[in-house]
């Protein structure tokens, strides 16, 4: 585990097809707020929110997330890009998805103290590397598709 007080980049975590609309709008937006986190391995959080089998709403698992957003993506980011690491002071800004999200994605494990919250958009710019998970380690995406 990274220690807090040298942690110097934070990670948003997304899939390819996400990736992709990020690009063509030239940033990551903030919805209200723009979560990331210290976890270099993987956030729960990032995981989409689907329908199960009986039709009722539900966290995917990584692997269904990783399926339907054609490939698992991690973006590096100075760590000053996402300074608040309080939740509860920004709870009030989520939208109800994204309540809904904080609250299955803790229920499934995911550590509140990892996270961190930006409140502007990160420009293509800012992004420090972007990476692709393949074998269970993240490698560098090809040059022209790493940043649009």
Same mark, same amino acid.
């Given at each position: 585990?990274?220690? &807090?007080?040298?942690?110097?980049? @934070?990670?948003?975590?997304?899939? +390819?097809?996400?990736?992709? &609309?990020?690009?063509?709008?030239?940033?990551? %937006? $903030? #919805?209200?707020?723009?979560?990331?986190?210290? =976890?270099? &391995?993987?956030? $729960?959080?990032?995981?989409?929110?689907?329908?199960?089998?009986?039709?009722? +709403?539900?966290?995917?698992?990584?692997?269904?997330? +990783?399926?339907?957003?054609?490939?698992? $993506?991690?973006?590096?980011?100075?760590?000053?890009? /996402? %300074?608040?690491?309080?939740? %509860?002071?920004?709870?009030?800004?989520? =939208?109800?998805?994204?309540?809904?999200?904080?609250?299955?994605?803790?229920?499934?494990?995911?550590?509140?103290?990892?996270? +961190?919250?930006?409140?502007?958009?990160?420009?293509?710019?800012?992004?420090? /590397? $972007?990476?692709?998970?393949? #074998?269970?380690?993240? @490698?560098?995406?090809?040059?022209? &598709?790493?940043?649009?």
């Amino acid at each position: 585990m990274t220690n &807090e007080a040298t942690q110097a980049v @934070v990670y948003f975590y997304t899939t +390819r097809k996400q990736l992709q &609309e990020y690009q063509r709008h030239g940033a990551i %937006p $903030v #919805d209200p707020v723009c979560p990331m986190s210290i =976890n270099p &391995e993987w956030e $729960v959080s990032a995981q989409w929110m689907g329908h199960g089998a009986d039709g009722r +709403r539900r966290l995917l698992s990584k692997e269904e997330t +990783r399926l339907w957003g054609a490939g698992l $993506v991690r973006i590096s980011i100075a760590a000053e890009q /996402a %300074p608040t690491h309080y939740v %509860p002071k920004i709870f009030w800004r989520m =939208n109800s998805e994204t309540r809904e999200i904080y609250k299955e994605t803790t229920s499934a494990g995911a550590k509140q103290v990892e996270w +961190r919250w930006g409140t502007s958009p990160i420009p293509v710019a800012a992004w420090l /590397a $972007v990476e692709i998970e393949q #074998d269970g380690q993240w @490698v560098p995406l090809a040059g022209g &598709e790493a940043k649009g």
